[in-house]
Each structure stands twice: as C-alpha cells, then as structure tokens.
C-alpha cells in the first residue's frame, strides 16, 4: 500500500497541481488534453469530486476526478481521469483513489460511477474488474481522436465505457476481499475465441465470433502501451482484432463481467457472460 494521505482539492492552487500532474501521467503536448484549472474549479463547486493524494513531504502523488452525469433518469458521477505518479502505480494508490471517489459518491446519494479506458491494457482491466468490480457493456470507438500523449499514439482511442455500481453486492465483495478472489470453476472451462500466436511480441488472431457458449474468453496482450511504441503495426492490428471482437459478442447480448490478468504469460482474458 502507497503511503498517502487523500483529500478534497477545493483551491485554484490545487487545481493548478493537478494540471501539472496531468502533463507528467500522460505526457501531454497539446493544451487541448489537458483539463485547465479553471475547468476544474468550476466543476468541483457544482457537484463534480476532485481528489488528490499526498505524501509526507506535501507533494502530490495523484488525484482522481469526475463530474455530475445524469444516466436514464438517475444522477451520476462521470470519473474522467485517474492520475498516478510512476512510482506508485504498482502500490495500490489508484484503488486508494478510487475507493475515495466511491465514498464521495455515495455520500451525495449517488450509486453509479462510469468511465472509460483502453481495453487492451491489461493492468487497468486487472484494477477495475478484479479490485473494483466494474461491468462493461459499452464499447466506443475512436471516443477521443488524436491524442498528443505518447501512451495513446499509433492507434484509435477505442475504449470501454466501465461501469461501476456502487452499492451491488458483487462491488462490495471485490473491495472487501483481502486475498486472491476466488472465482467460479466453470470458468476455466469457457471458451478462449481469440488464442494468440506466440513470438517476440504477441500476435493477434481473427477470433471466433459466433460462439454460442454462455461464456467466453477474449485475450488481450500485456504491455500494450510499449506495443504501440516499439511495433505500432502489431498494435494496430491488436486494436482492430479485438474491437471487431467486442462489437460482435456485445451486439450479441454479452458483457464483460471479469478479467484474469497472467503477466507471466504475457497476457490477461477477458470473460464475456451472456446477459
């Protein structure tokens, strides 16, 4: 656990912290990926949640921040970004920051979190589904354009659309369970419909996309981000493989209930439950 102390950020200073940390997380050149501090000011004073986490010394190490959404009749908090310091991204201070956000919800009588991220990085699927417990039935592509940070280059902006429900009882197993989770054996048995080739970098199939089984497995690669700046062909190709995949299953009443991260191996698996 990363040593931090976590609190509302409510001054224009602050907010000016953050902008700075936001140029160092994603590496951002161009002005118009980066939220200003006025943007973020206004927000926080009409029902947005703005975060941030400090160490010893005073310095910020991260922040978390969403902005009021309105989702079928019910209010929502839209999380926009996470931002986490190198240094802690492998010490568990992004699920700190989560866990703050979610009780800064709950707190204004809102049950729903909802945000995006890349489906093909396995270490952030691993933080939503296994720790969190988010579901994902959305898929958008290309949501952001053109990015000017370097972890977005070379391929669409596709993204998932998680969706993280609070108050569900599968929410409050996941962020409550103090060990490995232990997970239903049948899922061993479901389906892979995309097993990669092996190589120096793992290559994306076509996948199987009529599956009938009420489960299934959807591969992804670990390391994606360093695939789009060492071969960003391959990255493509997983980008265009795997959206093409998840569109299928989705329109075919699957969601993604899980994720199953083997970074040993080189890749993670989705699993894809039948609604």
């Known amino acids: 656990m990363f040593p931090a102390t976590i609190r509302p950020l409510q001054t224009l200073e602050d907010c000016r912290k953050v902008v700075e940390l936001e140029r160092q997380v994603w590496g951002y050149t161009d002005a118009e990926d980066v939220v200003p501090a006025p943007v973020l000011i206004v927000s ?3 029902g947005g949640v703005l975060l941030g986490s400090f160490d010893a010394a005073g310095a910020m190490t991260g922040f978390v921040y969403s902005i009021p959404g309105w989702k079928q009749g019910r209010p929502t908090q839209w999380s926009h970004m ?4 190198a240094d802690a991204r492998s010490a568990g201070l992004g699920r700190q920051l989560k866990l703050a956000q979610r009780e800064a919800t709950l707190a204004m009588g809102i049950h729903l979190v909802e945000w995006t991220y890349d489906p093909l990085q396995a270490f952030n699927a691993h933080l939503n589904f296994a720790k969190l417990g988010v579901v994902v039935e959305e898929y958008e592509e290309n949501i952001y354009g053109e990015s000017s940070s370097p972890l977005h280059r070379g391929t ?3 993204r998932f659309i998680a969706e ?3 108050s569900e009882p599968h929410v409050e197993r996941r962020i409550s369970a103090a060990g490995p989770l232990v997970r239903d054996a049948s899922v061993a048995s479901a389906p892979v419909v995309n097993p990669s080739k092996h190589g120096a970098w793992l290559e994306p199939v076509d996948g199987e996309l009529a599956h009938e089984s009420r489960r299934v497995l959807v591969e992804i690669p670990t390391g994606f981000s360093d695939m789009q700046a060492a071969v960003s062909d391959l990255a493509f190709q997983w980008r265009m493989t795997t959206r093409r995949i998840f569109q299928s299953y989705f329109a075919r009443g699957y969601h993604v209930v899980d994720f ?8 993670g698996h989705y699993l894809l439950a039948q609604r």
């Open 164 to 166: 993280w429900r609070l």
């Open 44 to 46: 926080i004073k009409r």
């Open 82 to 85: 996470l931002g986490v310091i």
């Open 156 to 158: 669409p902006t596709d």
């Open 260 to 267: 199953f991260l083997a970074p040993e191996a080189r890749r």
